[in-house]
T-cell receptor
């Protein structure tokens, strides 16, 4: 069974304090790894898709990287508006394009 | 571009009652998904439609949950009868094709079963 584990569960950062969120996965046949951001009371918002080990993608203060067993979401000099829950999801196997999500990391950036 | 629309946003019902949720995907998106998100968890796929056909409903509790996508556009998810453990946010998402690399989510319907 595919498993996605995110750590830490919660993270508090001071504004400007860079850090990383981790997403480790145990799957058969990874077809893609996705990062989403979810604000309270809203649906997840797509951030990145990574397909192969060594791939990196950036968007503003966020940078996602992928290895054969895990992905990192690096946050550089975060601002309070970066506060949200960050979800990692994988797609594996053939057939339907089903996203299997982790439980998320709740990030709080303190001014 | 209008996003994924869902209604109602909130619903409170008693156990054993029935409830229905509605979703209108982004125009032109062929694939539609329903997810259940329990508090503190990531979303879990319930059912996936490609146009008006079901692609994957392996995690849908079919004894009480049903879903349809008439005419391949909007969709309805129904629960009958509801149980306490059905309390969750029900999210609808859509993507352009079946290999939905970018799934766009609606705001969700928060269901409370008392």
């Amino acid at each position: 069974e595919d498993q996605v584990t995110q750590s830490p569960e919660a993270l508090r950062l001071q504004e400007g304090e860079s850090s990383s969120l981790n997403c480790s996965y145990t799957v058969s046949g990874l077809r893609g790894l996705f990062w989403y951001r979810q604000d309270p009371g809203k649906g997840p918002e797509f951030l990145f898709t990574l397909y192969s080990a060594g791939e990196e993608k950036e968007k503003e203060r966020l940078k996602a990287t992928l290895t054969k067993k895990e992905s990192f979401l690096h946050i550089t000099a975060p601002k309070p508006e970066d506060s949200a829950t960050y979800l990692c999801a994988v797609v594996t196997g053939a057939g339907s394009y089903q996203l299997t999500f982790g439980k998320g990391t709740k990030l709080s950036v303190i001014p | 571009e209008a996003g994924v629309a869902q209604s109602p946003r909130y619903k409170i019902i008693e156990k054993r009652q029935s409830v229905a949720f509605w979703c209108n995907p982004i125009s032109g998106h062929a694939t539609l998904y329903w997810y259940q998100q329990i508090l503190g968890q990531g979303p879990k796929l319930l059912i996936q439609f490609q146009n008006n056909g079901v692609v994957d409903d392996s995690q849908l509790p079919k004894d009480r949950f049903s879903a349809e996508r008439l005419k391949g556009v909007d969709s309805t998810l129904k629960i009958q009868p509801a149980k306490l453990e059905d309390s969750a946010v029900y999210l609808c998402a859509s993507s352009l094709g079946i290999q939905g690399t970018e799934q766009y989510f609606g705001p969700g319907t928060r269901l409370t079963v008392t």
